[in-house]
């Protein structure tokens, strides 16, 4: 199992710029998240989605899109890039809860800069 | 306001000595609480949960605790070793929300051979 993949690894965008982050994972998950961290700080959530076709906002939604259009990928989408989009974003799975461990997946991350 | 904090300075200490990491919460309900270690430049791997009814709970040469009284849990590595030099973050299950966890900022451990 290849685990959570991202892509890219990292990217620069102007300001004003649109692009899509992808995430795929391989292990059947129905939860998705995605998360920036922001340097010295901790995760911060800011789509999940807890099947195909149902997504939810987290704490920090504004400025960012998101669909689940099947179990495997869950892609981000940044419209109108602005410098404090600048962060490391990881896209995270994990079993439905209810299980023993809410153990979350993480994936390599990427690294964006706006400028 | 809803809080979670960890130490906030990095901790550095001798290899072979016992490291402590404190996690804090104020104005949550968690249902479990767990902890991840994270290295630079990569996605946190999760370690150990511990539920709010479980005092302790160990693994190899880590132990966490968990008191929802003083709403703090509390992670040991026993045996410090360089290797286990990282940033390690604290998360919370809510029993209002499984489905997202809030995680701490992190505390990063330096262990000096």
């Known amino acids: ?115 | 306001s809803q809080k979670i904090e960890q130490n906030s300075e990095a901790l550095n200490i001798q290899e072979g000595k016992t490291a402590t990491l404190t996690c804090n919460y104020t104005n949550y309900s968690p249902a479990y609480l767990q902890w991840y270690r994270q290295d630079p430049g990569r996605g946190p791997v999760f370690l150990l949960l511990i539920r709010e009814n479980e005092k302790e709970k160990r693994k190899e040469r880590l132990k966490v605790t968990f008191d929802t009284t003083l709403k703090q849990s509390l992670f040991h590595i026993t045996a410090s070793q360089p290797a286990d030099s990282a940033t390690y973050l604290c998360a919370l299950v809510l029993y209002s929300s499984a489905s997202k966890i809030i995680f701490g900022s992190g505390t990063r451990l330096s262990i000096r051979p």
């Open chain 1, 1 to 115: 199992n290849a685990g959570v993949t991202q892509t890219p690894k990292f990217r620069i965008l102007k300001i004003g710029q649109s692009m899509t982050l992808q995430c795929t994972q391989d292990m059947n998950h129905n939860y998705m998240y995605w998360y920036r961290q922001d340097p010295g700080m901790g995760l911060k959530l800011i789509y999940y989605s807890v099947g195909a076709g149902i997504t939810d906002k987290g704490e920090v939604p504004n400025g960012y899109n998101v669909s689940r259009s099947t179990t495997e990928d869950f892609p981000l989408r940044l419209e109108l890039a602005a410098p404090s989009q600048t962060s490391v974003y990881f896209c995270a799975s994990s079993y439905s809860p209810g299980g023993n461990s809410y153990e979350q997946y993480f994936g390599p991350g990427t690294r964006l800069t706006v400028t």
